[in-house]
Structure formats: C-alpha cells, structure tokens
C-alpha cells in the first residue's frame, strides 16, 4: 500500500491512520495487544511533505529543535514547519483517504503536546502520562489527586475523553484515559515518561484499550464547568 495524504500543507502536521499495516504491540504490564499503524506527515519543500511512523516521529523529531533523524542518526533540518497550527487526522483505507474531522481546538493543542518533545526532555516531563495528555487537550489544570472532570457512562462520540476503569467508583478505578477519534480508534498515551520504558502516543482499537487495562466499564469524562486550565506540568 502506498503511504500518500492529500492534506499536507504549511500549517498543519497529518496524523495518518493506516489500519491495514502492521505496526507492532503495545506491552503494557505484560498485557501485549496490536497497535494501530498511524504516520505522520512533516510539510517540506520538495516533494512537500516528509513522512514516518507516529513512534519514530515522537521519537526521532523535534519541532521545536526543527530537525529529524535519519538513517545515520544525523539531524537534517526542518524548513518549512514555522507556519505549524494543528494536527489533522485522517484515515487512508482501502485506498482512499478520509478526514476525521475534530474540533479545532483539540487539533491545535495535540501540535502543542508534540512541541512539548517529550522524549528529549525526560527530566523535565518524567511521569509525564495518559491523564497529562489529557489533561493538556482539554486544557484542564494536571491536578493527579483529584482531576477536575465529571464522568458519565454513556455511548461516546468522536471527541470525547473517555477512560476505562475496572468498576464505578471514580476517579480511584480509574485506569487508563484516552481520546475516542471515531471510527473505533482511540488516541492517548501509553506508559509514563522518563521511567525506564518506551511512553509514547499510539492508537489503538477499544478491544485494545480494555485488554492492556484491564478494564471493565467506559465512562466519558467532561472538564467541571468551573476547571482550571492547564498551567502546565509538574514532575511526580
């Protein structure tokens, strides 16, 4: 299958999901389920857009650095990523490409977690984990002891913040937050930062989700009506 989008261009990143390649597993605690394939698309000059997997793309690119690895592990130069203001999220199947349409502000603040560069900053975003990210999209206050979210459980839409939680006593059963994309895909953050493994963003089907969490029950989890916003992170 060839790996082409239709929608790069000078501000924004293309988040691809590719359901019909392979991408690996996801290991969690022991729990080893597979991860849905998913590129990214850098704009440059010529041919106009770079592209690689979502794992080498948090791993071996720095926006705000303007650089990628490559096969050598040299640092080659982004020119053309000043003008970045979102992240648009498509799905190519079959052949054809689709937009999965999102509210705005949440693709303007997913660019503004891949700007953070978490995996060349461990120190500074060590803990850094599933209910941070989240936290950073919704523009909620990171508040661990007791999230400043609601929670309901009822069919989700595409958009919402979901988390997977063993039973109904919330926030303590809770296990594992994520955005639901639609489509059956699900985004979040798998692992914490800084401590000794692989943490990195990945998407994943709600099988998945339920699998590698141990999870029983869904909820959809809506920021307090009177929620601080995010301030930014502070190390566990």
């Not at 303590?172 to 699900?186: F, P, Q, R, T, V």
Request: contains cysteine; neutral net charge.
């Amino acid at each position: 299958m060839n790996i082409l989008t239709s929608h790069s261009n000078s501000t924004q990143l293309v988040l691809q999901i590719t359901p019909e390649l392979n991408a690996g597993d996801i290991l969690i605690a022991g729990q080893k389920y597979r991860r849905t394939a998913s590129f990214v698309y850098i704009p440059k000059n010529n041919p106009y857009y770079t592209h690689c997997p979502l794992n080498y793309f948090q791993e071996s690119v720095s926006l705000p650095g303007k650089w990628i690895l490559d096969d050598s592990n040299s640092k080659l130069k982004l020119d053309f990523i000043d003008n970045l203001n979102e992240v648009v999220i498509t799905e190519l199947a079959n052949g054809v490409e689709n937009l999965i349409t999102r509210p705005s502000i949440f693709l303007s603040r997913l660019l503004d977690y891949f700007k953070l560069d978490i995996c060349h900053n461990l120190i500074t975003y060590k803990g850094f984990d599933c209910y941070a990210f989240i936290s950073l999209i919704a523009n909620v206050k990171y508040f661990p002891k007791n999230p400043e979210f609601t929670y309901e459980e009822k069919e989700h839409s595409a958009g919402d913040i979901v988390v997977f939680a063993e039973n109904n006593s919330l926030p303590d059963s809770i296990k594992h937050w994520a955005i639901y994309l639609g489509k059956g895909y699900y985004l979040s953050k798998f692992g914490r930062s800084g401590e000794g493994a692989s943490s990195l963003l990945s998407v994943t089907d709600l099988e998945g989700m339920k699998f590698l969490y141990k999870s029983n029950s869904v909820f959809v989890a809506n920021p307090k009506a009177n929620a601080r916003q995010w301030d930014g992170y502070i190390p566990n």
